[in-house]
């Protein structure tokens, strides 16, 4: 008798590690497992330009080990699509001057770091679902979520303009 519950139960414990309920998606798992390169690290280069004039006057000077016209600096754009200036030293004041026109709240990253690490201290799962490892995220961060169709219809009733979104039926992303 000892030997079929013992067999019973560990028939039952093997089952219940074979069902993976914690089926991440990769926005929760952001740590790549592979040696390989960072595909988003890979930035391609800008066409090559070739000038009006050839004439080695015309030409800028070659800098070797820096860069040239053709590659690509992602702050930089950015700051320029934002109405920055790229060539600031380290901040552009404008530019954080606009983003913090209706006020700074100084050591905010750690408090909300700290706010967060408690919300998912009080909202860490039962007991099983911490022992076999179930993805509580959903479930903790549901009363935050934002229900997209039902934020859509508000903003079109308001008459604020929306960009067009598939049906509910077709969404691909839920």
């Known amino acids: 008798m000892r030997k079929a519950v ?59 080990g820096g860069s040239n016209r053709t590659d690509i600096n992602p702050i930089a754009e950015a700051t320029v699509a934002l109405g920055g200036n790229p060539n600031a030293a380290s901040r552009d004041g404008g530019l954080v001057n606009y983003a913090s026109r209706y006020g700074v709240t100084r050591g905010i990253r750690e408090s909300l770091a700290a706010e967060d690490l408690e919300f998912r201290r009080k909202n860490d799962g039962r007991l099983l679902e911490r022992i076999f490892n179930v993805n509580v995220y959903y479930k903790a961060y549901s009363k935050q979520s934002l229900d997209k169709y039902r934020e859509l219809e508000r903003l079109r009733r308001a008459g604020i303009r929306t960009v067009s979104a598939p049906p509910e039926s077709v969404a691909l992303d839920d």
């Open 6 to 64: 013992l067999l019973t139960t560990l028939i039952a414990a093997v089952a219940l590690t074979a069902c993976n309920r914690n089926r991440e998606p990769s926005l929760l798992n952001v740590k790549s497992n592979t040696e390989g390169p960072d595909e988003f690290a890979i930035l391609p280069n800008k066409p090559l330009e070739i000038p009006a004039d050839l004439d080695r006057t015309s030409l800028p000077a070659p800098t070797p």
